[in-house]
């Protein structure tokens, strides 16, 4: 089909593509971030949302961060859970006090650990395949989603190993599935602004990719609202757009807004409300090959929320029993299941359980 020139794009041709089933192109996307009218936004969202998801249903999970170690050499901008390495406050936990949080988790009904932590140079592959045996030998029908890409690509460097080696050993040690993590923008003139010597755009995807050949599955996240244009967020997902196309390696969508509490990273004026739900709207347009798109909870507070189901958004995400990262950088939404369940059934859908997978409990 002829692309449209963008003066000659309207709300109405990106309606009629969106009626129809058919994608939306970059210039498309820049003219929703342009467009006055929010609630135009919301109705292409949704129509887009009943078309993969259960109109009815809002799912979510309940998991725990389980932050291992706040030790990493990476020194990111907007991070304010670091501690550099032979820092006073840095820690890396015992293997009894993960298995005994990861008990706790499953004794509150938890399903999922997200095991997740910085780049700490004393940690090769060996710990990694020590404590995810031990967690998978005590607790197996725990499911470990584990690890950011740009973990897993230094503890391969680090052990000396290939990326694809690195995969299989985690895997064969129990790792399910990889978060989105460490994506922030993908693009790099913005990665060399906020987190100068974290991996690169191609590096983050083609871990991603390496992953996806082996089975592993991932999500992929934005995190929006620092020193990136428009322009960059379009890019950001054209490219995870692109590798879902290409190998199917994402089960969610999940943007939130930075938060520049306690970082390195001033920002005058934090993303907005409006901002953040013009977001979810465009990234659940314009990622017509995602089926899930999770709030953010603990960026935006219950309320925005529950607004942002009205957006694309068909999950709540994670009831966490325990959050470090973004509570260190000064947010702390943190709410239980019930609290969860009060909150979807009074925006007017179904509350629904489930596990990593998207499957239903
Ligand atoms: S975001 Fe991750 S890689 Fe960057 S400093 Fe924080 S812990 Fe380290």
């Given at each position: 089909m ?109 399903v ?27 607790f ?37 599935s ?19 010597y ?26 929006f ?13 054209g ?6 196309d ?51 909870i ?64």
């Amino acid at each position: 089909m002829a692309t449209l020139a963008p003066d000659r794009i309207s709300i109405d041709t990106i309606a009629d593509k969106v009626y129809a089933g058919e994608r939306i192109t970059a210039d498309d996307a820049r003219f929703l971030y342009q467009h006055p009218n929010l609630l135009d936004l919301a109705t292409l969202a949704n129509h887009r949302r009943i078309q993969k998801t259960d109109p009815k249903v809002v799912t979510y999970i309940i998991g725990r961060i389980l932050n291992y170690t706040n030790v990493c050499w990476v020194r990111c901008k907007f991070c304010a859970f670091y501690r550099t390495p032979n820092h006073v406050e840095g820690y890396l936990h015992s293997d009894e006090e993960i298995l005994a949080k990861v008990q706790d988790t499953v004794d509150k009904g938890g399903v999922e650990i997200l095991f997740q932590g910085g780049l700490n140079p004393k940690l090769k592959i060996d710990y990694y395949e020590g404590i995810f045996s031990k967690i998978k030998a005590r607790f197996p029908e725990v499911i470990l989603h584990a690890l950011s890409p740009a973990e897993i690509i230094y503890i391969a460097h680090i052990s000396k190993l290939t990326l694809t080696e690195c995969l299989e050993r985690l895997k064969a040690a129990g790792l399910h599935s990889i978060p989105g993590a460490g994506g922030e923008i993908l693009v790099d003139r913005v990665r060399a602004v906020i987190a100068p010597y974290k991996d690169t755009t191609d590096e983050w995807l083609e871990c991603m990719r390496a992953a996806s050949a082996l089975g592993i599955r991932s999500t992929a996240s934005m995190m929006f609202g620092h020193v990136e244009t428009i322009d960059d967020r379009i890019e950001h997902m054209g490219r995870i757009r692109d590798l879902q196309d290409e190998c199917q390696p994402f089960r969610a969508f999940i943007s939130w807004t930075f938060q520049p509490e306690d970082t390195n990273l001033p920002i005058p004026n934090k993303a907005s409300s409006a901002d953040y739900l013009r977001t979810v709207a465009v990234s659940r347009i314009f990622l017509d090959n995602f089926d899930n798109f999770q709030v953010s909870i603990l960026t935006q507070g219950p309320k925005i929320a529950q607004t942002a189901l009205a957006y694309g958004a068909n999950d709540f995400g994670s009831v966490m029993i325990e959050e470090n990262v973004v509570s260190a950088a000064g947010n702390k939404f943190i709410l239980s299941a019930e609290e969860f369940e009060r909150l979807i059934c009074d925006a007017g859908y179904e509350p629904r359980r489930r596990n990593t997978r998207y499957e239903p409990l």
